[in-house]
């Protein structure tokens, strides 16, 4: 069974600072994909940010990017010039490639990482 | 276009009680999943939907919550003889299609809170 590791349960950054969260994972799998979401707390999870395992190059979203290193196993987020509204949980979720209608489709989420913006 | 909508937003119950959570999916989403988060902790899969037919229930927790989805549009998530541990955010989220590469969207949620 796949599992997603956050092992930083809060982060804080200062405005105008980079900060990265952590996320660990393990599969058996050798194609998936991987996500960090926001969640403010009005619980709307937001999609941030999408890595294709089988694509080498990190993702990258304006301010938001990854470092994907596949044999580590491990999905870090930088988040550049930080801002106010990036404060809210974040999580590293997992879903494995399926053909259509297969039953892999779940996003597996790990534990979140709560991240305070300092002004 | 809306969101993926979900009511209701709060809903406090009585041990034992029967509750019904409904998701409201993007129009023309046919991929439908319910995730359950306890406080703490990150969202859990319960049960996903492709048109009218669950896929994949394998987290539903017990024979006591079921879902519907009888015309391929809106979901009711069904939990009988309600329980304090049933407590946390119920969140639902659609797809275009059950392809992974599609992103999910998620609705607000519903807190159950079970006294």
């Known amino acids: 069974a796949q599992t997603v590791t956050q092992s930083q349960p809060e982060m804080s950054v200062q405005e105008a600072e980079t900060v990265t969260l952590s996320c660990t994972y393990d599969t058996s799998e050798s194609d998936y994909y991987l996500f960090w979401y926001k969640q403010p707390p009005s619980r709307q999870m937001i999609l941030v940010i999408r890595q294709e395992a089988y694509k080498q190059q990190n993702a990258t979203e304006n301010r938001f990017s990854v470092n994907f290193q596949k044999a580590a196993k491990s999905f870090s987020l930088k988040i550049s010039d930080s801002q106010l509204g990036d404060a809210a949980m974040y999580f590293c979720a997992y879903r494995g490639r399926v053909s259509y209608g297969g039953a892999t489709n779940k996003l597996i989420f790990g534990t979140g990482t709560l991240l305070a913006v300092q002004p | 276009g809306a969101g993926v909508s979900q009511t209701p937003s709060n809903k406090v119950t009585e041990k034992g009680k029967y509750v019904e959570l409904r998701c409201d999916p993007i129009?023309?989403?046919?991929?439908l999943y319910w995730y359950r988060q306890s406080l703490g902790q990150g969202p859990e899969f319960l049960i996903y939907f492709q048109g009218t037919g669950a896929a994949d229930d394998s987290g539903l927790p017990n024979d006591r919550f079921f879902a519907v989805r009888p015309e391929g549009s809106v979901s009711t998530l069904k939990i009988q003889r309600t329980e304090r541990g049933d407590s946390a955010v119920y969140l639902c989220a659609s797809s275009l299609t059950s392809g992974s590469y599609n992103e999910q969207f998620f609705g607000p949620g519903t807190r159950l809170t079970v006294l």
């Open positions: 129009s023309g989403h046919t991929a």
